[in-house]
């Protein structure tokens, strides 16, 4: 059983960058990725990596978002520069057991919220 806790999130104007933190609960190569769920809209995925650290990104953060993952610390990373108002949504990590599509995964963080202000 993975468990995953979000940080990072928080309040900031158009323009600016905040990092997400996704720390597990025990050390994994598991295909993880971040998520989002802005108000009144599905969920969608936002980045993935897979076990062997290939990336995946939404067409509408390509160029601006990039996902990392630190092995020795069990830590998965969102770097989010240059943040629109569209992007604010609550953010959650997510992984998957086995396999890679990350459409249903089997863990998932409680979130973080992400506010970017006009």
């Known amino acids: 059983q993975v468990h995953l806790v979000e940080s990072g999130g928080g309040s900031v104007q158009a323009g600016g960058s905040l990092r997400l933190s996704c720390v597990a609960s025990a050390s994994t190569r598991s295909c993880m990725g971040w998520f989002r769920q802005a108000p009144g809209k599905e969920r969608e995925g936002v980045a993935k990596?897979?076990?062997?650290?290939?990336?995946y990104y939404t067409d509408s953060v390509k160029g601006r978002f990039t996902i990392s993952r630190d092995n020795a610390n069990d830590t998965l990373y969102l770097q989010m520069n240059n943040l629109k108002p569209e992007d604010t949504a609550n953010y959650y990590c997510?992984?998957?057991?086995?396999?890679?599509?990350?459409?249903?995964?089997?863990?998932w963080g409680k979130g973080t919220l992400v506010t970017i202000s006009s």
């Open positions: 990596m897979d076990r062997l650290g290939g990336t």
């Open positions: 997510a992984a998957e057991a086995a396999g890679c599509p990350l459409v249903d995964p089997d863990y």
